[in-house]
Nanobody
Framework: QVQPVESGGGLVQPGGSLRLSCAAS????????IGWFRQAPGNEREFVAV????????DVADSLKGRFTISKEIAKNTVYLQMNSLKPEDTAVYYC??????????????????WGQGTQVTVSS
């Protein structure tokens, strides 16, 4: 099964930007949905964004729309999460996950069967 591998996390000042990458290892993303989730200390893991590898379906959590965007680069078998105007409350471990959820359940974590190791994003001055 394809394994997602995240990269691109780090320390950024409030108001700054970061782009996270999720690359496919051991296969391709073909036929899958690729989701981003995050978990802040003391909080439950939450849905951030998702994109279908085939077709144009994509979505971002309502609370993050306008600041976060998700995209894909087919030639590189990679999905990106562009994060702008970052806030301290965006500090979390960001995970990439792969699955085949029906679109109506795209934010449901249990429907994603393969998860990356996570990448830390810290927003602080």
């Amino acid at each position: 099964q394809v394994q997602p591998v995240e990269s691109g996390g780090g320390l950024v000042q409030p108001g700054g930007s970061l782009r996270l990458s999720c690359a496919a290892s051991g296969g391709t993303f073909g036929g899958y949905a690729i989701g981003w989730f995050r978990q802040a200390p003391g909080n439950e893991r939450e849905f951030v964004a998702v994109i279908r590898w085939s077709g144009g379906n994509k979505d971002v959590a309502d609370s993050l729309k306008g600041r976060f965007t998700i995209s894909k680069e087919i030639a590189k078998n990679t999905v990106y999460l562009q994060m702008n105007s970052l806030k301290p409350e965006d500090t979390a471990v960001y995970y990439c996950a792969v699955g085949r959820p029906i679109w109506g359940s795209r934010s449901q974590q249990s429907l994603y069967g393969s998860w990356g190791q996570g990448t830390q994003v810290t927003v602080s001055s």
